[in-house]
């Protein structure tokens, strides 16, 4: 169990989200093009840490709101564990281009930050339409590791509902059942990537 970062270092993390989400939000108001594209990808590179998260929704470490669960991780080879990460990769950043899509003319508000039992730092954030005032804003919560000068994200909680824990709950239900196993989650991973 890691130590909890003290306050200025939660500060430090919360300056961190701000400081990515900026960059990010300014690249998507530019003209869509393949160099923006490739520069969105090269700031979530720097900005999430896809080996941890990998490992993370493969039960190493387990899920905080799950009691029983089953380190899967540790049973991939070195060629799955690549594959995976890089599957697990492309969702990711799919899935955040979308909402950067949806969000980009919102007000993003930070909320503050909270020291998790396991060291990692939860930084909260809001989204509100400005063109829809009476729309719900959208909460995302960022959960980064590391210490100053080394922070990345290794899981984000939209809506109450944390990422790692959604695919793993789906890959242990995978990689349980009979016939299904590591080809399934490949071929799940692929599919959403196509937006199958």
């Known amino acids: ?3 909890a970062l ?3 270092a939660q500060a430090n993390a919360q300056a961190f989200v701000e400081q990515e989400h900026g960059r990010l939000s300014n690249l998507m108001k530019q003209p869509a093009a393949a160099s923006r ?3 969105i ?3 979530l590179d720097r900005m999430v840490d896809y080996d941890e998260l990998a ?3 493969f039960g190493k470490p387990c899920p905080a709101a799950i009691a029983q669960c089953q380190n899967h991780w540790d049973g991939l080879t070195d060629e799955q564990k690549r ?4 599957l697990l990769k492309k969702l990711v950043e799919r899935n955040y281009k979308k909402t950067l899509t949806k969000t980009v003319d919102y007000d993003i508000s930070y909320k503050g930050s909270k020291a998790l039992a396991n060291g990692d730092t939860k930084i909260r954030t809001e989204a509100k339409s400005r ?3 009476r729309e719900a804003p959208v909460t995302v919560d960022y959960v980064v590791i590391g210490q100053p000068g080394t922070f990345k994200v290794a899981d984000m909680v939209t809506e109450g509902s944390s990422m790692t824990k959604n695919y793993y709950e789906q890959f242990h239900k995978m990689l349980t059942t009979p016939g299904q196993g590591y080809p399934h989650v ?4 692929n599919d959403r990537i196509a937006g199958r």
Not at 83 to 86: D, I, L, N, R, Y
């Open 186 to 189: 490949v071929k799940r991973l």
């Open 55 to 57: 490992r993370r929704t």
């Open 41 to 43: 990808s090269q700031e």
């Open 83 to 86: 594959e995976v990460t890089g």
């Open 131 to 133: 063109v829809n005032p």
């Open 6 to 8: 003290p306050a200025a």
């Open 1 to 3: 169990i890691g130590l």
């Open 37 to 39: 594209e490739a520069s």
